[in-house]
């Protein structure tokens, strides 16, 4: 008997690992998408991969721990030494200045990635 001619008459062939294979059929159950080929399809040609440079998210994180780090040994100097309430009410002042934008911007990434 013929069989009439396939709707999808080319073949896709995609190599994989185990643990890629088990995070796919974890998407495919959250979708609830059965079909492998159905998902595939639907994640080739309506899905979307995001490639977000978070270099300048690194570097302000990096610029985080130092100035978190350098107030620890202002801190600890203060303690030992003392200094002037002033001055700590001013490093307090910069430290929360450089925090907020860091953490409005890491608020805004995490909402993309959930997305």
């Given amino acids: 008997m013929n069989s009439p001619k396939r709707k999808r008459d080319i073949h896709l062939h995609v190599m994989v690992t185990a643990e890629e294979l088990e995070l796919i059929r974890e998407r495919m159950a959250e979708a609830g998408i059965r079909n492998a080929g159905a998902y595939m399809r639907k994640m080739a040609l309506g899905g979307y991969v995001l490639h977000i440079d978070l270099s300048p998210v690194k570097e302000l994180v990096s610029l985080q721990r130092r100035c978190s780090n350098n ?4 801190a600890i100097h203060a303690n030992s030494y003392g200094i002037y ?5 001013g490093l307090q002042k910069d430290y929360a200045a450089l925090w907020k934008p860091l953490s409005e911007l890491l608020g805004q990434l995490a909402a993309i990635v959930k997305m």
């Fill in 85 to 89: 309430e002033h001055e700590i009410k």
């Fill in 71 to 74: 107030l620890n040994q202002i």
